[in-house]
């Protein structure tokens, strides 16, 4: 009887998060659609994002300041991973900023030119790509979602979105759980990064794209695509994958992070060098070339880094509910705190972006 209990237990375990998977909140009928966008970049904003629930807050004031603009939901329940403000990307380009959720359902792709006034970016309900990861530049916003749905890009309007298939290129592989970023070589370029180390690149803002390999070395766990000095790397568990002729070719190169493990999409582009960290700040790595690593300061705290002209630096970090600001790289300080520690009020994401002034 005892072992049949313990087996009952361990069922209602598992089942207990997969049935508050499905509790996905609906989509608010208050949120607009196809509001045009008429970005003017008059003023700069740090903007950031929860995880889940789509909560979105914005600081005008060179991060010092930070005031909510938007909220998907307050349903805990809307599905840590499955969910409809399951927040998967967030990105900005030429005064718009764009975040992106819906893993396992269609996507919900909201967009502001001004920080504040958010609207759908579709013109009407329509099923958009599911997201696993967003870029933006030369215009275009991104998403990627896996080998089955593969890319979806926006027009220069922001307002309509095409889908392009990878399985074309997988030759019979199988990839999943597609990244994004974007990076200014020759041009523009946006690279997608999916399991079993297949990439996609494009030099024509996402309407044709070419296939390459990261080496089979680099192992299963691709976090997050970031270009600077003229390079993309792509983070791993103990490597780098790094590129330097816009995603044709890579070499993979150890980092030597240690800690806790690494901090979810914690590979940034900051003061001219690559910072890569480990949760809660326990460990955290800097490289110029993506190839030679040496150790930041230890008051570097974990998360994600997002830099304005100013030089001001904020962080974000998954499973921590605060945002901290530095001027220097080195001392840090949390400019806002969380009313309450729950998923909605994890800021994951963060962008720097020109938008409209708000009277």
Known sequence: MIRIALTIIAVLAWLTPALAQRKHAPIRDDIPYGRELTPRMEEPVFAACSKQGMRILVSRDDGKTWTQTFLGTDSLEDGGWHGTFAVYGMAST????????????????????????????????????????????????????????????????????????????????????????????????????????????????????????????????????????????????????????????????????????????????????????????????????GITWEDLPESTPGGRFVEAETGTIINVERRRYDIKRSTDGVTWESVFTAPQEDVSWDTTFAVYEKVNAVK
């Open 94 to 289: 030429r005064g718009v900023i764009g975040v992106f959720s819906g893993w396992g359902t269609p996507g919900v792709y909201i967009g502001s030119d001004d920080g504040v006034n958010w609207t759908h970016l579709n013109p009407a309900p329509t099923k958009l790509g599911s997201v696993w990861g967003a870029a933006g530049g030369n215009g275009v916003l991104l998403t990627s979602a896996d080998q089955w749905r593969g890319v979806t890009r926006s027009g220069k309007s922001l307002s309509q979105w095409n889908a392009h298939k990878v399985m074309p290129l997988l030759d019979g592989g199988r990839t999943h759980h597609m990244i994004s970023g974007f990076g200014h070589y020759k041009g523009g370029r946006f690279i997608v990064v999916g399991d079993n180390q297949h990439v996609f690149s494009s030099d024509d803002n996402c309407q044709s794209w070419k296939h390459s390999r990261i080496p089979e070395a680099a192992g299963q766990g691709q976090e997050v695509v970031v270009f600077g000095n003229g390079v993309f790397l792509v983070s791993y568990k103990e490597h780098v994958a790094r590129s330097s002729d816009g995603g044709a070719s890579w070499t993979l190169h150890e980092h030597g992070l240690k800690g806790r493990g690494r901090s979810w999409r914690g590979l940034s582009f900051v003061r001219g060098e690559f910072w890569l960290t480990a949760q809660k700040g326990t460990h955290a790595r800097k490289s110029k070339d």
